[in-house]
Every structure is written in C-alpha cells, then in structure tokens.
C-alpha cells in the first residue's frame, strides 16, 4: 500500500512523513517520529492518555488518522516545557504528587492545559468535568484536581 | 553484620518529609519509558491469536498459509513452547495459559502467535491461521460451576482439603478450612444471629499502560527481556523455566510500569515474545491491545460467599462463620483459601471458621488484585457485621470497637497479634467530624474495617557512595507509586546526609541479586530494611576509613549526622569528617565505599483500615453519587506522607468502582461483552469527590523505623462502606456487587413489593 506524504507542525517545528492510509496520529507520533510521550492505553478513544491538541481542539490522537494532521498544528506533552523550565502544570503535577505510575500524565497534562487555556479560572466540578475524558487508575484524582486547581491560580497571577 | 530489624523510636530528619520524587521530571515531561516505549533496531512486532470460544477441545492448528505470507517471520504455537515444567503443576498452568495446549479454556485464550515486519502483516497472518476447535460446554458462573452435572473443565483436577481421597474430577480444586473454637456452641450462646448470602462479580486491575515487552534472544542461548512487570526477577525465572534457559543468561529489564496493582505479577506475553523472537532469530515487541488485556490478563475472583454471625445482648459477638466460593479461571487456585484467612481478621473472637472453595470457571487464569480476595470477604462480613449491630441497636462504629481485635488476640487465621491498628482506627474514625456531618435527602451513610497481611519476602539492595559523596542506591524491586522517593529518603535518614544527594534506581537482573515482586505491599516495607541494612554497612566501611585517616581504633569512631566522630576526649582535636570528604580519599584509604544487603524481611506488620462515606441514591433510577468519602489506616511509619495518602485514595477509588459499576459480563455464549473502558467503566474525575485521608502510625515492631505496607489495605473496606451506605440511603441491604442502577432499582422495588 502506498504512503501518505504528510506536512505538519508538531509542538512548533515542521516535520514530513509518509504514513499508511489506515495509521492513526498516536501510532505515527509513537512509531515513526519517536515522540512516545502520548500513550496507548485503549487505541479506542476511552482513556485519553493519548490527549494532544489538534489545531486548538483537544483529540485523542489514536482516533485521528496520521493524514488528517497534513497542514495542521499539533502540541504533545513533549512540547510543553521550555527548555529545561517546566510548564506550571508539569511544576504542580510533581509538587502534589498527582502523578504515581504516570503513564496517564502526559494525557492529563495537555487536558488540563486545554482546559485552563479555555477556562482559566475552573472550578473544582468544571475541572473534574474537563478532565473525565482521561482515566486514572492509581490516583483517584484527588490530586490532580488539586494541581490543576494549584496550577490555574499561578498562571492567572503571572 | 549481623542486622538488627528491630524497631528503634528514632527522631527523623528525613523521613516523612514530602520532597518531589526523583523519576518525577522524566514522566511529567513524556521522557519516562514504559514498557511500549522502547524499540529496538530490526525489531519485528508480535501478535497473538486468541480463542473465541470460552471452551474448546484443538483439533488441530494450520500455521501454514500464515508462514507464506511476505513479511511474517515466526509463527508460534503450543509446540513452540513445549512443556519443561518437570511436574510443576502451578508452572504448567502458567504455560498452559500462555499458549493453549489441547483445549482453548476461556474466550481469549492464547493458541497462536506471530512475528512479522509490521503490524498490519501481523494482522493478516493472525486471519490466515485456522483453528479446528471442537466447541465443547463452558460454565461461567461460580455457584454453577460447583453444581453436579456442570460441565468439567480439566479431568485432572481432583479436590484437595477433603477428608476422603474424591474418585471423581472436581470443578473444585481446594477445600481449605481456618478458625478456632466452636461456632456451633458459640451461636448457641448468641441473642442475635444475622445470615446472609452475597456475591461479587469479576472485575479488573485496570492498569492504563497495556502488558508490553521487547525480547531478544540471541543464537548463542543468551536474551534480553525489556517487560513492564512488578518483578523482573520472578519474570526471569519464569521466563527461563518455560524456555528452558539458564536464569542467568535472560537479562530482564524493568520499564517505568504503567500501573500494576497485582496484575503485572504473571506471565503471559514474555515467554510467546521469547519464543517468536528465537524462532525468528530477530527482537520482537508484543504489546496487548486493551481488548487483550480484559480477555486475557488480569481478573480477579467472582465470588459467592455465605456469612453468618452470633451477637449477645450486650453487643459481644460469640460466634462468626463464612463460606467462601472463588473463582480461579479454569486452573488450580489459592484465592478463596486468602478470602478465608482475611475475613473475620478485623475481631477477636472465641469462635469462628471460614471454608473456602477454589471453583474452577471458563473465564481468565484469576491474577492478584491489590489485597487479593479480602474486599469481597470483607463486603460479606462487614455488611453483616452492620446488619448484626442494627438488630442489637448499636452504633455500628461502637459494635466494631467492643469486638475489634487487639494486641494478644489470636486472629482468625491463627497468629498472634502484636501491636495493631483496628482499635485506633476505628476510634479516629468515630472522632473523625465525617462521622457528625448531616446527611441530606436520599443520602447514607456507611463505614467498614479492612485487614491485609502485608508481606515482606527476600530483597536485596546496593548502596554505592561516589567519589564525590553522592550516593546511588540500586533497588530490586519494582518502583509502582513512588518508592524510589521513599527509598532515597530512608537511605538519606541512615546515613544523615540530604535526599538531594541520594538517587535511587531499580536495577535489572544482572546487576543485582534476587528480589522478590513488588506485592503484598512489601516494596517500600522490604526494600527500605534492605537499604538500612546496606547503609549500615557502608557507614561500617566510612568508619573505618575514618579511624585509618586518623589512626585510631575503629571502635572510638561514631557516625552522627553524616560525619565520622572520633569519639573520646582524647580525640579532642580531630575534626569530624563528612561522608564527602572521606568518599573524596577513597582511592587512597582502599578502594570504593559501598553497602551491600540481600536479606529476608520478614516481620511485615499487619495492616488495618476503617473508611467512612456518604453515598447519594436516586430512587428512581438507582444511580448513585459518592458525595464524601474518609480513609482512616495504620502506615506504622509513613516514609514520605504524600504517596502514602496516594495509596490510600488510589484503592479508595478502585473500590468505588468496583463496589458501583465495574463487573465482567458475559453471554450465554461465555464470551466477554465489555472488553473495553467504555462498557467496563472505571471511576472518572467527575464520579469522585476528594478522597480524605487520615494517617495513623503505630509502629512495626520488626521495622527499624516502624514501617508497614500501605499499598493495598486501603481497598479492602470500599466494598463494604459503600454497601453499607447505600443499604442505608436506600433502605434495604445491598447484596450483590457491584451495585449497578439496575441492581439498586430491583432492590429498591422488591422492598415496595415486600
């Protein structure tokens, strides 16, 4: 089967592929560009700890076709940080502890950051609504609210 | 030297302090490498065909047409993987449930593999093998399994544990009986007695990170194994027993584990992965789909458990018995033998027994899940345990402080207790103000103790001290949810240096000496003895050191706050040397400074726990809210407080889901209906409220800092908390778990019908 030839932005550089007509954007980012910071727990869209954000809009990256990203803009967990500075909610995510196996993390990271950068001022049912797209098995989330919670009153004050 | 574990009341520096975990960078920034995320070059991907059918004699396997296709490599089954197990019934189970020899045991189990060049040609080839099954009669179901004419599902299997030899193959595998006293004369004396029937359905770990590997075996009888797996070592003796391998010459690395909670303690993968990778002579990555991972790995036992309990007037209770039936998947198991030893472990009592049936069922091999077998145990007993109190007119928190057991009372499972924490528990949740919050409409509240064992089990740690005094401390055991923190805290506190300067790693298995798994919540408990004991050993060695600078007797030099003390007036001018600056003449005073341990830990303290919660019913359609939920347990010693409350809120949450929503539902057809996160649901954000936390410390007196596990106490009340509040919001006592709508809403109108 022919590839794809695919041309897209990813956490702010350009990158060119070819895929498969029938791979989804979680496998290309994973097998084919090495940016295995987004996980597969279902490849069913269920558990979100493949979250990246797609033109502004946060997708489950197993649900999206590795040629449907052709033109388009994508942030994964790997760009969060800059440089060596972690991103607030990274920063929080490790004060609190919100995270124990961490395999969920990436996906909550990016989640939260779509959801503080839509709401920046959430309250604790808006974030535990804005995040049900993402299981956690180890936490039971009581913290992770509370970085995310913790993280939205530093970035409103910055 | 001899280790003394023996617990010592010792001020802390650094334990129970909060710092950020060392591993903690790598996974907030998407740098961690878990099981999925590691590949190596010319690496073939591997998949496995599973069976449809939940009982099915193989006729025969044609690999043929799949071999032929471009691009597949190897392809596997049963005569791949021949049997070197040598009489080890357990290990040929493991084998057998790996690859499926002459009978398919449940929908889902393995009988071929393939090795190809990508997914999508492994894909095909699975569709090219043919399979000639002989479909034959499946039970499912645990009370049905135990029936007379249900069908059989291995010939071989006679009942243990029966005063007479059985003649006739069983779908129960063991009999096991515990308890002391006589409960016939004991309910004689009793003014209530409560008795009740329950079941429990099968639920699942649910760990988010899928089973992966990567092996490698190479043409001269060497391999390496890169596994997301709670204990490499036991992997590697696994692996290397079904492949027929020297343990030393399977190199097994541990990934970062995406989650666990017992269900990465078994093989299913590893040893198809090894073989295909020596049939194809190239590396080969399996990674389960999540569709695999429900149909295959992981479930714990349903259960049908029948409890009954005496009470006097005065609210003591005389007698308690239970009769436990779990199921084991189709092979051999010890699950409902742990259900037995757990569930009356919260009382003193002068008599009691418990039965337990091991039922043999066409659904997965049962694997551990976190605290295996207690939460349903506990669900019957503590639920009738509430229902006895209400007939006696008793607070259901004081019926559980009168009988709750204390130091010197023989458990129900035989030992002794030392010091324990039912009773504080129980009397901190009766202070706790949860207890006094009024309840709105529609809303009960419930409470319920847990026991576990806790284990500890053989380890062995390497404490090396760098030149330039930094410290590496490599662990055997699997890190789950933060024990490198707590590790690296504990060895910072023995050798009085900062946390900073310590780092610790889980090393793989040939760096290290043998290490038990990371379960029975032995990884922060054992590996924190172990790294006592090898600090102890380098601070002997930092000693010595110290006292050949200075030429005195080893015997007058003292290690305090990490310096070598000359300790005497005589030594008056000598000034203290620092860990860093005797580590800096290492090279010059004999060689390098390290600290080794392998030891047995033994004396793991039990663990107790009370969980109060407020549980919303709607009666009209019988869903349910959790509108505050409170743990209370016994840490013994919380090492680092911040992921000790995490254990506690992460076996809440799974024990909410578990007691609400989470079950295993099967056809007619024995096949499983929801193998998949949107019909098998487990607890989201915006199902939970905050989960409270209080921890107590009454410490393990076979600790050197009083530590107990804390890992897995903290599901086993959920089940029955939560039954209890919902009978008490509802009105009417809750039976079957999980209490699903339907469930409650059936409850709810038999009651209105009477």
């Not at chain 2, 032929?68 to 021949?82: E, F, S």
Request: with cysteine; net charge negative.
């Amino acid at each position: 089967m022919a590839g794809v030839a695919v041309s897209t932005t990813i956490n702010g550089d350009n990158y060119e592929y070819l895929c498969q007509p029938d791979e989804t954007l979680l496998d290309v980012l994973r097998d084919r560009l090495g940016l295995t910071g987004a996980k597969e727990g279902c490849g069913t869209g269920d558990c979100g700890a493949c979250s990246v954000i797609l033109d502004n809009r946060l997708v489950c990256s197993c649900l999206v076709l590795g040629a449907e990203a052709e033109g388009r803009t994508i942030e994964t967990v790997e760009g969060m940080a800059q440089g060596d500075q972690l991103h607030t909610l990274q920063q929080k995510f490790l004060e609190h502890a919100a995270l124990q196996c961490g395999i969920c993390t990436p996906g909550f990271l990016i989640a939260a950051k779509d959801l503080l950068a839509k709401n920046p001022d959430p309250s604790e049912e808006e974030i535990r609504f804005g995040l049900a797209g993402n299981l956690c098995r180890c936490t039971g989330y009581d913290k992770i609210v509370r970085a995310v919670q913790d993280a939205a009153t530093v970035m409103k004050g910055a | 030297m001899n280790f003394d574990p023996r617990f010592s009341g010792r001020q802390f520096k650094s334990v129970g302090t909060r710092p950020i975990r060392p591993d903690g960078v790598d996974k907030v920034t998407g740098r961690a490498r878990y099981g999925a995320d590691f590949s190596m070059a010319g690496q073939l991907v591997g998949r496995v065909l599973r069976s449809p059918h939940a009982h099915a004699r193989i006729r025969g396997i044609d690999t043929s047409k799949a071999e032929q296709l471009p691009g597949v490599k190897a392809v596997i089954t049963a005569a791949d993987l021949p049997d070197l197990t040598n009489g080890d019934a357990a290990m040929f189970d493991i084998l057998d449930n790996c690859m499926a020899r002459t009978k398919a045991l449940y929908d889902g189990h393995a009988v071929a593999a393939v090795a190809a060049v990508d997914a999508r040609t492994a894909r095909q080839a699975l569709k090219l093998i043919e399979v000639d099954y002989e479909i034959l009669p499946h039970v499912t179901d645990v009370d049905e399994a135990m029936q007379h004419g249900a069908p059989l599902i291995n010939d071989a299997i006679f009942t243990e544990g029966l005063e007479e030899k059985p003649v006739k193959p069983s779908n129960v595998s063991k009999r096991t009986q515990y308890g002391h006293g006589d409960v016939h004369e004991g309910f004689g004396q009793a003014d209530f007695i409560v008795e009740r029937s329950f079941k429990t359905e099968q639920t699942h770990q649910g760990y988010i990170e899928p089973h992966a590997c990567v092996a490698n075996v190479s043409s001269d009888g060497t391999a390496d194994l890169w596994v997301c797996t709670q204990g490499h070592f036991v992997y590697r003796q696994h692996c290397a027993q079904l492949l027929g391998m020297e343990a030393s010459k399977l190199r097994v690395t541990s990934s970062e584990i995406g989650g666990g909670f017992g269900g990465k303690t078994h093989v299913w993968a590893e040893p198809v992965a090894l073989a295909l990778s020596r049939k194809a002579g190239r590396p080969v990555k399996l990674v389960m789909t999540r569709d695999e991972v429900f149909r295959a790995s992981g479930p714990t036992s349903a259960t049908s458990i029948d409890v009954k309990i005496g009470a006097r007037k005065d609210g003591t209770i005389t007698a308690a018995e239970a009769t436990l039936r779990y199921t084991s998947g189709p092979y051999a198991g010890m699950w409902a033998e742990i259900g037995a030893m757990t569930a009356f472990a919260c009382y003193r009592l002068d008599n009691v027994k418990t039965v337990g049936y091991e039922v043999l069922v066409n659904r997965p091999k049962t694997a551990a899940y976190r605290a295996p077998s207690a939460p349903m145990a506990a669900f019957a007993v503590e639920s009738a345990v509430d229902e006895l109190a209400k007939e006696l007119g008793m607070d259901a928190v004081e019926f559980r402080i009168k009988n709750a057991a204390q130091e010197g009372t023989r458990s129900s499972y035989g030992p002794v207790y030392g010091p324990i924490g039912i009773g504080p528990t129980l009397e901190a949740a009766k202070d706790h103000p949860h207890m006094k919050a009024p309840l709105g409409k529609n809303q009960g509240r419930g409470m319920a103790c847990g026991f576990w064992f806790n284990f500890g089990g053989q380890t062995c740690t390497d404490l090396n001290i760098g030149m330039d005094g930094s410290v590496s401390l490599a662990v055997g055991t699997v890190d789950v949810g933060g024990s490198r923190a707590s590790l690296s805290l504990v060895a910072a506190e023995e050798l009085g240096i900062d946390y900073s300067q310590v780092k610790a790693i889980v090393a793989d298995t040939s760096s290290l000496g043998y290490n038990d798994m990371t379960d029975g919540s032995r990884g922060t408990f054992s590996s924190s003895m172990a790294t006592i004991s090898a600090a102890r050993n380098a601070i002997k060695i930092l000693r010595e050191r110290a006292a050949q600078t200075w030429d005195i007797p080893v015997d007058d030099v003292v290690w305090e706050k990490g310096h070598a003390i000359a300790r005497g007036e005589k030594y008056g001018n000598l000034a203290a040397l620092s860990l860093k600056e005797i580590a800096a003449a290492s090279g010059k005073t004999g060689g390098p400074i390290a600290g080794h341990s392998e030891l047995v830990a033994d004396g793991a303290g039990v663990s107790f726990a009370t969980h109060i919660c407020d549980i919303e019913v709607d009666p009209e359609t019988g869903s349910t809210r959790v509108i505050r939920y409170t743990v209370v347990q016994d840490a013994g010693k919380a090492v680092h407080p911040t992921y000790v409350e995490g254990q506690y809120q992460g076996g809440a949450a799974q024990g909410i889901g578990w007691a609400l929503n989470e079950e295993y539902i099967y056809g007619k057809d024995g096949r499983l209906q929801n193998a998949g996160f949107l019909d098998y649901r487990i607890p989201v954000c915006s199902d939970l409220p905050m989960i409270d936390t209080q921890i107590l410390e009454i410490p393990n007196p076979n600790h050197p800092y009083g530590v107990r596990g804390v890992g897995e106490t903290s599901i086993v009340p959920p089940l029955a908390a939560i039954a209890n509040a919902v009978s008490n919001a509802a009105g009417v006592r809750m039976t079957h778990i999980p209490m699903s709508p339907p469930r409650i809403l059936a409850a709810i109108e038999a009651e209105r019908e009477g």
